[in-house]
């Protein structure tokens, strides 16, 4: 697994002997080679697929085996080895790249805040920088940052505005994913509201400009009743909070889907929607997401993510529930020891992150669990399937969340959530799927 040249890695182990086969293409173990097997100093990989998955299933079992000294830590390996080695499972990248390691960051999804001041400015771009050094992605909110043309009460000049700095963000992404194992990501959000939102919506438009950024349009529900209505909504400068013109809602909305259409960028994320589903809303709104937009997060709040692969949970041309809810509740075991086994990147993540203890479980290869089920992937069938898959998956999960609750403690802000005033009596996470 490792190599007298690399002492970053710990000790070589036999691996758990595998009871399944390893389902790697050609192109599956290419990408292994480049980004996630380890490597020595000269950049030669010393690490197979198998080593990979036992470095990590170590990892894992390692804080089981903190809770419950009396378990077998061979078992405990051998079953989250099983869990990756048979594709049934797997965590994102950083766990697959990191686990076992002197860097030990496991965690794909962060929100860093961005302040108005060139000192918070910067804060965001050094933690960003950390983040990405790690293998994980980042969301911001530029929307605290005061229009382009507005005062700058130290030196008397005038701001650039929330999409001239995002080109330091960019420009830093750029830089440090040359040395990076995976490239780095950026989510930029802006309300639609901000007096500079048309040049936000617009700021993808040329070629070669921010090409580490996702966009995404922060919309209110009073921005889409003005939508509904054809009224104008009035643009608020964040250091002020007062109005500073208007808009025709229409005409935003219009420009929106133009740039989306012509390159991509931006989305929208509604955030009034967001934040009444938000199962901890008495400890702060949240304002950003993680580069793929499906994580909303508290500012400095992290997420580790899993994926479910539903090819894998078909027997004889039906779904194997049973299966299912097996590899679901082990999933959720992964996902909360990699909290525990996690080396977070600033301490400020790390509080927030065990405070509320937000886990992403997900699935993959859903076309291809229709393919088996001889569904076409359009009709009303695959809807159906869909739902009742993903219904399935959010109780078993929040029953395991449940039962974690019990058995190593709610996480810390249980008390202050939703869930508790729901009459949950324990919940080990904050939120199970993605």
Known sequence: MGSPKDPKLPPSTAAPSPSVDLFLSPNALEVLKRRYLAKDTLGQVVETPEAMFTRVA?????VDLAHNPRLSRQEQEARYFRLMASLEFLPNSPTLMNAGTALGQLAACFVIPVGDSMREIFEAVSAMALIHQSGGGCGFSFSRLRPAGDKVRGTGGVASGPVSFMRIFDTATE???QGGRRRGANMGILRVDHPDILAFIRAKGEAGILTNFNLSVAVSDAFMQAVE??????????????ETGKLSSAKVWEEIARMAWQGGDPGVLFLDAINRDNPKQALGVMEATNPCG???LLPYESCNLGSLNLARMVREGRIDWEKLRETVCLGVQ???NVID??????????EITKANRKIGLGVMGFADLLLQLDLPYDSEEAIRVGEEVMAFIQKEAHARSIALGRERGSFPNFAQSRWAKEGYASLRHATVTT
Do not use: C, S
């Open 229 to 242: 209505g054809g009224k104008e909504y009035p643009l608020i400068n964040p250091r002020t909070g007062k």
């Open 58 to 62: 170590q990892t894992i079992a390692a």
């Open 334 to 336: 992964f996902l909360d």
């Open 294 to 296: 499906e994580m909303p």
């Open 341 to 350: 086994a996690n080396q977070y990147p600033l301490p400020q993540i790390e």
């Open 175 to 177: 830089v440090i994913k």
